[in-house]
């Protein structure tokens, strides 16, 4: 079984839908959850990260954490389509350099998101 | 502040050569990751730098594999001999998170690897 499950997708959108995405995970370690985006031929971008179960919200976007579940999601709010880019989740141990290997990010595959006009 | 840059963008080399990556992290960053994505599969972690020593090389796939980051600036990622599983996308990420802070990862827009 795979750390990190994520729908590739594809997902396709009109513009101002709402958009959610997620990704489930099985190891109960998990504490730090980050979302990435990703443009064509670019590197992962961080966009949001939290900690504890519950919601963070920042603009148009709100990540979501269920630990007891070992489910994330991302909502985007008034979809545009400069949102149109690949979303990854990620994972790790601990969100700071502990020693170890506790804070390596485990990745989920990617959702590819299109935002159509 | 200019980002994390990596070069060459794509190479393509036959089965057998040798290919050397480089990552420039973000001036300051005392961390640099190296992380792979293989065709269809999920972004890997291969490695890790505190300054010039390795921390963690878990995720190193075998000993084709020899990374550097020599006084603590730049680093490289040799494969030699290549293989064709060796194809993908290397990233470099690099991080400044001092003890007990947040490690916020910035990657670069990562080395295409074909080999043929």
């Known amino acids: 079984q795979k750390e990190v499950e994520q729908d590739p997708g594809p997902l396709s959108v009109p513009e101002g839908a709402i958009v959610s995405l997620n990704c489930t995970y099985s190891?109960?370690?998990?504490?730090?959850f980050m979302w990435y985006r990703q443009y064509s031929r670019k590197g992962p971008e961080l966009l949001m990260y939290t900690y504890s179960s519950g919601n963070k919200e920042d603009g148009r976007f709100t990540a979501q954490v269920d630990k007891s579940s070992k489910y994330i999601s991302l909502f985007i709010r008034d979809s545009q389509p400069s949102d149109s880019a690949t979303y990854l989740c990620a994972m790790s141990v601990s969100p700071w350099n502990s020693g170890g290997s506790n804070y390596k990010l485990t990745f989920g595959k990617g959702t590819l998101l299109t935002v159509n006009p | 502040e200019a980002g994390v840059t990596q070069f060459p963008s794509h190479s393509v080399i036959e089965k057998g050569q040798t290919v050397t990556l480089r990552c420039d992290p973000i001036?300051?960053?005392?961390?640099l990751y190296w992380y792979r994505r293989v065709m269809g599969k999920e972004i890997k972690f291969l490695l890790h730098?505190?300054?010039?020593?390795?921390?963690?090389e878990s995720g190193m796939p075998n000993n084709r594999f020899l990374a550097e980051r020599t006084g603590g600036t730049y680093s490289t990622l040799k494969v030699q001999p290549a293989e064709l599983e060796d194809s993908g996308v290397y990233f470099c990420?690099?991080?400044?998170?001092?003890?007990?802070?947040?490690?916020?990862?910035?990657f670069g827009p990562g080395t295409r690897l074909t080999v043929l």
């Open positions: 001036s300051g960053h005392d961390n």
């Open positions: 190891n109960s370690a998990f504490q730090y």
């Open positions: 990420a690099s991080s400044q998170a001092l003890a007990g802070e947040t490690d916020t990862q910035y």
């Open positions: 730098f505190v300054k010039e020593s390795k921390q963690d």
